[in-house]
């Protein structure tokens, strides 16, 4: 299985700062012939379901506000908020869908400072 | 607009089976694959399987392989999911998982409500 590792397992930021997350696979999951990224981005709120941010590693879901980017290839890829909300509060989640099991990264949450 | 809606909480004993629903509408059911994921509480998500658009192929998490059945009713647009022999570590949030419609592989755009499963004697 691919294994998903985030950093930092939390954050504390205050509201208008720079939001970094990290998301490391142990295998690339980059398919070569199409130069796609298998690699998604999902923020997850207490008592809903995960939300889709992003995919392909920096394509932004519809709808998603454009604060949020990925970027990164292989096996290192990055989310970034440009300037945290306090709607932004959630625990971040990363994941690979380049081979069955889909597999996630431990999540990082997100505080206010 | 695109809506997954499950069953409600379950409360089972270990041993019994569950299954959960998952009704879809806003789209065409059989042009999607549906995947089905679960979370313990201070877990990360974990993969459980898949039921294909067009003929519902299924593929299943190893861990979970022979105890994890998906099937779907096309005419009602509902997927299922039904996990037997249940143990007190299944205990999690169930969800399904809408997937892509070009293949198989693909992220997770919309998601069901989630759905409590207890076991507990």
Not at chain 1, 65 to 78: I, K
Not at chain 2, 12 to 17: F, I, L, V
Request: some cysteine.
């Amino acid at each position: 299985d691919i294994v998903m590792t985030q950093s930092p397992d939390s954050l504390a930021m205050s509201l208008g700062e720079r939001a970094t997350f990290n998301c490391k696979s142990s295998q690339s999951v980059l398919y070569s012939p199409s130069n796609k990224n298998y690699l998604a981005w999902y923020q997850h709120k207490p008592g809903q379901p995960p939300k889709l941010l992003i995919y392909w590693a920096s394509t932004r879901e519809s709808g998603v506000p454009d604060r949020f980017s990925g970027s990164g290839s292989g096996t290192d890829f990055t989310l970034t908020i440009s300037s945290l909300q306090a709607e932004d509060v959630a625990v971040y989640y990363c994941q690979q869908y380049y081979t069955t099991p889909y597999t996630f990264g431990q999540g990082t949450r997100l505080e206010i400072k | 607009q695109v809506q997954l809606v499950q069953s409600g909480a379950e409360v089972k004993k270990p041993g019994a089976s569950v299954k959960v629903s998952c009704k879809a509408s806003g789209y065409t059911f059989t042009t999607y694959t549906i995947h089905w994921l679960r979370q313990a509480p201070g877990h990360r998500p974990e993969w459980l399987g898949w039921s294909t658009a067009d003929n519902g192929n299924t593929k299943y998490s190893q861990e979970l392989q022979g105890r994890v059945t998906i099937t779907r009713d096309t005419s009602a647009s509902t997927a299922y999911m039904e996990l037997s022999s249940l143990r007190s570590d299944d205990m999690a949030v169930y969800y399904c998982a809408r997937g892509s419609r070009e293949s198989a592989y693909g992220s997770l755009d919309f998601w069901g409500q989630g759905t409590l499963v207890t076991v507990s004697s």
